[in-house]
T-cell receptor, first 114, second 112 residues
Framework: DAGVIQSPRHEVTEMGQEVTLRCKPI?????LFWYRQTMMRGLELLIY????????DSGMPEDRFSAKMPNASFSTLKIQPSEPRDSAVYFC????????????FGEGSRLTVL | GDSVTQMEGPVTLSEEAFLTINCTYT??????LFWYVQYPGEGLQLLLK?????DKGSNKGFEATYRKETTSFHLEKGSVQVSDSAVYFC???????????FGQGTELSVKP
């Protein structure tokens, strides 16, 4: 079975550019999470969705960040405009609300903003 | 609010040494507790879990017991291997629809 699929795996961009990160959750999973990982701040929850509806976006740093989940098989995290402090690894994870409680992570998207 | 605190890393051990990584939590209710592991360049993956007090989770030689009285979920392994080198995250979660709250992670390095 395919796991959580994220793209791109690596992105290098310049300050001020728009960045879009994409995630395809595991088929049948109906809860999706976006995390950010940095050396300084560790693993931070940005936002999560249940059944495509945003439940908690209190971790989204500021208005430059937005996330959508238009359907059960796709989500995006957008940063506009990007800044060097946004450089991090962004992880998407999914879980089945009726399952064992194990969260399945993608391999991450490493973002570098110059 | 709810939180998870892990011991500071990095932890450096020799192969076959005994491992303990401390984890304590603060919670208003009775969450499930988890240990996740992250190998270099990869996402996190579940190592073990416990859903109620006194439960012991175990996997790949690792164990952790849910201790409500001390609000702890310490990770142990009797004999570590070089391949166990990774970052270990303790986490809690209330229900199937809730968010997973992670500790800051503890890096383990095992030397031959």
């Amino acid at each position: 079975d395919a796991g959580v699929i994220q793209s791109p795996r690596h992105e290098v961009t310049e300050m001020g550019q728009e960045v879009t990160l994409r995630c395809k959750p595991i088929s049948g999973h109906n809860s999706l999470f976006w995390y950010r990982q940095t050396m300084m701040r560790g693993l931070e929850l940005l936002i999560y969705f249940n059944n495509n509806v945003p439940i908690d976006d209190s971790g989204m740093p500021e208005d430059r960040f937005s996330a959508k989940m238009p359907n059960a098989s796709f989500s995006t995290l957008k940063i506009q405009p990007s800044e060097p402090r946004d450089s991090a690894v962004y992880f998407c994870a999914s879980i089945s609300l009726g399952g064992t409680g194990e969260l399945f992570f993608g391999e991450g998207s490493r973002l570098t903003v110059l | 609010g709810d939180s998870v605190t892990q011991m500071e890393g990095p932890v450096t051990l020799s192969e076959e040494a005994f491992l303990t990584i401390n984890c304590t939590y603060t919670a208003t209710g009775y969450p499930s507790l988890f240990w996740y592991v992250q190998y270099p360049g990869e996402g996190l993956q579940l190592l073990l879990k416990a859903t109620k007090a006194d439960d012991k989770g175990s996997n790949k030689g690792f164990e952790a017991t849910y201790r409500k009285e001390t609000t702890s979920f310490h990770l142990e392994k009797g004999s570590v291997q070089v391949s166990d080198s990774a970052v270990y995250f303790c986490a809690l979660r209330y229900n199937q629809g809730g968010k997973l709250i992670f500790g800051q992670g503890t890096e383990l390095s095992v030397k031959p």
